[in-house]
């Protein structure tokens, strides 16, 4: 008898390979030719197992024959040594469409293993099968998943296994090994006799609802992009075309948990006359000749909108639905793999596991904002089918181009282009030239040693840097350093481009911008509020001690309206030199500051202030002057602005964390899986 070595070591020198008999198997021998990336990611497995590990995830493209290689290494894992009587194999899928695929190339690959399914109530298994394909609805009721015993398994294979993550999942996958934890407390871990190879394949192999695939695989162990297989022409060669669309996306719900759009939501701006008529206009003129188009939509109100503008146009176009009968969505595959069905509309039913070699258009109706869902979706249309006539798959996507939202995956996003980009039947190529030449444009082709400074236009405007915090050390704590240059009173600035000048006991000088309002353009208002007492006196008699404010002038920029205030405090509330009390540079300012100006800042700053990064000094050592722009700053509203503006920084820096995450969470690549 011919079998392979107990310690899973590959020998495996040809791509065609002779698949051993193993116990339970029938004697006959039969071939199998691989190419050489499956070949290499059976070897890459091999390893890993050799290796001790018992939980790993291999990434393959669609196309790229992912059943081929898990059925090949099926047969390639013997029965464990302390376990000789394990010799059966399990493969859990997410549909009856993946469970009734796995089943038929299992058996043709290997006609003499009993091959069984296990799915609903028109399909239940023995459990004593060689293969047994179960779907994980059917797994999650007890008595069904009692019939695959620990002991009398030898392998188990997850197609769709970015999956696994999920409770459901989790709780099927603890049943066989004990590291896998389930969720329901009252559970008992198994004992099995010894450890069952989990081994999970996906075409997208991460989550972008942060589920951690780290609680279920240890390690993914091959990856392989679908850029590469094209180019190395083991997937069809791909024509893409992006349609810019009216398309406001800016008020469309994002889920919290996966941090993709909201159907319902999204659809109301999808679905409508408008969109779904460019939709059937792009196809009819970029993809009329196509014989297999598969489009996705939103939802299912989409679906049949979409349906019938595409009927409306007078092109035979047919549905598929979450609502469609089992008997009628077969028959609608079926008609539609044998080219009787031009267009077919769907959501969300044929993004996964659909084989359906002769697709050679597809239209993504749906934005998204998940690279696993684009690619699931393009990935329809990129198996080879020379037996159709298939040369290449048509990609057709539209692109918002009103509210530009940050994350949404495209045509020219997927190849590190500007969403803006132009793309009209272009190929995979075509658009990594494009990227590379716009990475070479970005370094810059200026040449290190040249001297442009004569090319630089003088400036048309000024900007102005106010530091909000009332406590930062810039300046004299004047909160704007630019004001400096604009006047030498002791002007502060407030937040929010707001300045103000404190009169010595007399009132204070207000400066703040007006926007633009009813053909009135944008402004700077000037207003002196007058101290009628003293602030103990008024404290007292529990009444303002101040008048009303006062509108002194209007200006165009903010150095007029300092100037025009300088003008009038001079004229109008200080004379001759009591006025130089105002200076920035007074030698009053230039004093320690009083223990009744140290008491009021140590008050009003407070623990959460003097913890912010070392930026003040002890109040110990502030002069007069400083203590004065604190105080001034604090009493009119720099602190509060500082704080609201500290938590909307927060709140965008948090959102762009989570962002920055779930992007990362997208990113596959071969080597060890984070555990929740």
């Known amino acids: 008898m011919t079998c392979l070595q107990a310690s899973w070591s590959s020998r495996h020198s040809k791509l065609r390979v002779l698949i051993p008999k193993t116990r339970g198997f029938a004697s006959s021998v039969q071939s199998v030719v691989l190419r050489p990336y499956q070949q290499s990611c059976l070897d890459a497995c091999h390893a890993a197992l050799n290796a001790g590990m018992t939980r790993i995830g291999v990434s393959l493209p669609t196309g790229a024959g992912k059943t081929t290689v898990f059925t090949t290494l099926l047969s390639q894992i013997p029965s464990p040594k302390q376990s000789p009587g ?20 299992a058996e043709v690959i290997h006609s003499d293993w009993k091959v069984e399914i296990e799915q609903g109530t028109k399909h239940k298994a023995t459990g004593l099968a060689d293969v047994t394909i179960a779907t994980y609805q059917t797994l999650l009721q007890p008595q069904r998943l009692a019939k695959f015993r620990p002991e009398d398994l030898k392998v188990i294979i997850i197609d769709e296994a970015h999956h696994a993550a999920a409770p459901s999942y989790r709780r099927i996958l603890s049943h066989f090994d004990p590291s896998i934890k389930n969720l329901d407390p009252t559970f008992q871990p198994p004992s099995p006799p010894h450890l069952i190879p989990i081994i999970g394949f996906s075409a997208t192999f991460s989550r972008h609802d942060g589920l951690a695939l780290g609680s279920v695989f240890e390690r993914i162990v091959y990856h392989r992009d679908f850029l590469d297989m094209i180019k190395e022409q083991w997937l069809c060669d791909v024509r893409f075309t992006s349609v810019k669309a009216s398309i406001n996306l800016q008020g469309v719900i994002v889920n919290t948990r996966t941090g993709d759009f909201n159907a319902a939501s999204l659809a109301h701006i999808i679905n409508t006359d408008t969109i779904n008529h460019l939709v059937v206009r792009a196809w009819l003129d970029r993809a009329s000749d196509r014989k297999s188009t598969l489009v996705f939509c939103v939802n299912l109100a989409h679906v049949r909108q979409l349906t019938k503008a595409f009927q409306d146009f007078g092109v035979e176009a047919r549905c598929l639905h ?5 008997n009628e969505r077969r028959a609608l595959i079926t008609d539609f793999k044998a080219g009787n069905c031009p267009v077919l509309v769907n959501c969300a039913i044929l993004t996964e596991g659909a084989d359906i070699p002769n697709i050679d258009c597809v239209i993504i109706a749906r934005p998204t904002r998940s ?41 020219p996003t997927l190849f590190g282009l500007d969403p803006s980009e132009v793309i009209d039947d272009e190929s995979t190529a075509d658009l990594k030239a494009r990227a590379e030449s716009a990475i070479s444009r970005n370094l810059g082709d200026i040449p290190a040693n040249s001297d442009t400074r004569d090319d630089i236009p003088e400036p048309t405007s000024i900007t102005y840097l106010d530091y909000d915090d009332p406590f930062a050390l810039v300046n004299g704590f004047s909160g704007a350093p630019h004001i400096s240059r604009l006047s030498p009173n002791a002007w502060v600035g407030c937040g929010n481009n707001i300045h103000v000048l404190e009169c010595l006991g007399k009132g204070y000088m207000r400066i703040e911008p007006v926007p633009e309002d009813e053909g009135n353009p944008a402004h700077f208002r000037a207003t002196y509020t007058e101290a009628t007492m003293h602030a103990s006196s008024a404290k007292q008699l529990r009444i303002s001690p101040f008048m009303r404010k006062r509108l002194i002038m209007s200006a165009e920029s903010l150095p007029d309206a300092i100037k025009g205030c300088d003008t009038y405090v001079t004229q109008k509330v200080f004379r001759g030199t009591l006025a130089l009390g105002l200076l920035r540079n007074s030698r009053w300012r230039q004093a320690p500051a009083t223990h009744s100006q140290k008491a009021f800042i140590n008050k009003r700053r407070g623990k959460r202030a003097m913890d912010r ?64």
């Open 371 to 411: 690279r696993n869902v684009f690619a699931q979706m393009i990935g329809r249309g990129m198996r080879q089918s020379p037996a159709t006539g298939k040369i290449d798959c048509r990609i057709i996507d539209f692109v918002d181009s009103t509210s530009r939202v940050s994350g949404v995956i495209s045509v």
């Open 322 to 326: 979450s609502g469609t009968p089992e």
């Open 86 to 105: 394990a010799s059966r194999s399990l493969i859990i899928v997410n549909s009856i469409e993946l469970a009734r695929q796995a089943a038929a190339q």
């Open 613 to 676: 990064g070392g930026v003040v000094e002890a109040t110990e050592k502030l002069t007069k002057g400083e203590a004065a722009n604190i105080i001034t700053r604090l009493k009119h509203g720099a602190y509060s602005y500082f704080e609201k503006k500290a938590k909307e920084e927060r709140k965008e820096l948090q959102v762009a964390e989570k962002e920055r995450l779930r992007i990362a969470r997208e990113t596959v690549q071969v080597g060890p899986l984070n555990s929740p």
